[in-house]
């Protein structure tokens, strides 16, 4: 056990540090700005009270990342509560009040308690990288949703053939609007002269998009007030699709160039129905080291993919899945898992046989990315790439 426990409580521009020994007793409780400088000053006032000291954290990112830096270039162990564990912790303290001295406090002896609590690991330069690039990916993909969805709704108020008729998912549609929006101009314009202007910017199955929106413009032919304007906006929402499918192609060549790097990608990357996207998604969610979660069933129970027992009194057996998860983990076992279907005859055999246990589309997918977790983990651990015949433990 250490001598000594360090909680802080992360802020955005300040932190509170509070260090207590085994006893429980506070033997500082200091106020500190999120400044290289104040932060290191803090770590030789603890040092100086005892070298053997555990650091306890209440967020792992954003405001947290100087001080886990400088805690970790200075080889010192740093603990991990949630926020929500921290908050569910004071309420068995004594008093009400919520100040950051009491939350720091908590921390710190939460830290002197239990003994579950995971270390932060030295993230490794790729995985941080990938995390970045993926997390990035993921918010242009959201912007890319809404903006869609304004564009849908403002061309509605004018064109609701064209709405209709139309998917905006794809960039041809998209490009469409770029240069006609009103019924009058594409009846003007016609379906060869359209279509000739698509194949120029290189669109695909430009005549049928031609002729989808020159039926979508016989079937209106009123126009509606405040068309003009609406028009131009029409084009700035689709050319800022455009933009943002533009910046995506560049983030996924960025994503598979670096995902090329880390040292498991050749070994991830064999395993079908994994891509480059979502092998870094997968690393950028593990960190790519699997000594962090000691076992198969740990990372299984991180992805969400093993059900927790929940039960009382006379239920017992009652399964459910954990509240306390990683999401984007999930997203990316599920995703796999449904697109081996198509490429491994083993995952889809597994698949119809859970099916016809009785097992609805997302149940038996599921139970596949379960099983899949399985097969990845031993695929790391041997560092073997994938083969029908890999032997791995069966799920739980």
């Known amino acids: 056990m250490p001598e000594i426990w360090a909680g802080v409580d992360i802020g955005k521009t300040h932190h509170h540090a509070v260090v207590i020994n085994t006893e429980g007793e506070r033997l500082l409780s200091r106020r500190i700005q999120n400044d290289e400088a104040e932060l290191l000053a803090l770590l030789g006032d603890v040092l100086a009270i005892s070298d053997d000291v555990l650091w306890a954290v209440d967020l792992n990112h954003g405001g947290a990342a100087l001080l886990i830096g400088l805690l970790t270039a200075h080889d010192q162990s740093v603990a991990y509560l949630t926020g929500l564990a921290v908050y569910r912790a004071s309420a068995t303290y004594r008093g009400e009040g919520k100040t950051d001295a009491k939350d720091a406090f908590v921390i710190a002896d939460q830290a002197r308690i239990r003994r579950d609590l995971g270390l932060l690991r030295p993230g490794d330069e790729v995985a941080i990288d990938l995390r970045t690039l993926t997390t990035r990916r993921l918010d242009l993909v959201f912007d890319r949703t809404r903006q869609i969805n304004r564009l849908r709704a403002q061309l509605l108020e004018i064109f609701p053939a064209l709405e209709r008729s139309l998917d905006l998912t794809n960039k041809g549609p998209v490009m469409l609007l770029t240069g006609y929006q009103t019924p009058a101009a594409i009846r003007r314009t016609g379906a060869k002269r359209i279509e000739t202007w698509l194949k120029n910017r290189k669109v695909k199955g430009a005549a049928a998009l031609a002729g989808t929106a020159v039926d979508a413009a016989q079937a209106q032919h009123t126009a509606l007030p405040g068309e003009k ?3 131009a906006m029409v084009v700035r929402l689709a050319k800022g699709v455009m933009a943002l499918d533009e910046e995506i192609a560049e983030l996924d060549a960025l994503i598979e160039d670096r995902f090329r790097e880390h040292p498991h990608a050749e070994v991830i990357r064999s395993l079908p129905g994994v891509g480059a996207r979502l092998g870094a998604e997968f690393i950028a969610a593990t960190g790519g ?13 991180f992805a969400g993919l093993a059900p927790q027992p929940h039960d009382s009194g006379r239920v017992s057996g009652n399964l ?17 898992a449904l697109a ?3 490429s491994c005859p083993a995952s889809k055999a597994y698949y119809q046989r859970k099916r016809g246990e009785g097992k609805g589309h997302k149940q038996a997918l599921l139970a596949l990315a379960r099983r899949r977790i399985n097969v990845l983990w031993a695929m790391i651990r041997d560092r073997q790439c994938y083969h029908a015949s890999l032997s791995v433990p069966v799920a739980a």
């Open 229 to 231: 304007l609406a028009a």
């Open 340 to 342: 081996s279907l198509k």
């Open 320 to 336: 459910r899945r954990p509240r306390r998860y990683h999401r984007g983990l999930l997203r990316t076992m599920y995703l796999s």
């Open 289 to 301: 080291d699997m000594d962090a979660f000691g076992s198969a069933d740990r990372l299984a129970g």
